[in-house]
């Protein structure tokens, strides 16, 4: 097997982040584990990203990076874009995950005695958005 560079190896460690994050969730997922399925040692990880919260971070933004990609890539000509049924499952499922994000924001916000609002972590580029009603 051919030796990876920094970037591939970092792409390793997201898909398998995302893998142990989805069956675990951010509390539960084991570094270790997500070491393990990126086929690299655990202290090297932490090179990579410094902390377990950068890793869940990136790893979300690649599960949306790839979400966003996916009907990027069918608009081949196949029609899947094209069929209203299709769209209509494809924008509620985005206002579900929408209202999920917003509801969880606040719900962890109020716990933690800060106000409401999407955290910057969730804006893009640094823009300011707040919570659907």
Excluded at 24 to 29: E, F, I, K, N, P
Excluded at 76 to 105: H, K
Aim: contains cysteine; proline residues 5%.
């Amino acid at each position: 097997m051919a030796r990876q560079n920094a970037d591939q190896r970092r792409e390793a460690v997201l898909r398998a982040a995302v893998t142990q994050l989805g069956r675990c969730g951010q509390d539960r997922a084991s570094t270790t584990a997500i070491a393990q399925g990126a086929g690299i040692p655990q202290g090297y990880l932490f090179r990579l990203l410094p902390s377990k919260r950068a890793l869940f971070l990136a790893a979300v933004e690649r599960a949306f990076r790839a979400t966003e990609a996916a009907p990027r890539s069918s608009a081949d000509g196949s029609g899947a874009l094209e069929d209203a049924e299709c769209q209509e499952i494809a924008r509620r499922g985005f206002v579900r995950l929408w209202r999920t994000v917003a509801e969880l924001t606040r719900r962890r916000r109020r716990r933690s005695g800060r106000g409401g609002g999407v955290p910057t972590a969730l804006r893009p580029h640094g823009q300011t958005l707040r919570s659907a009603p």
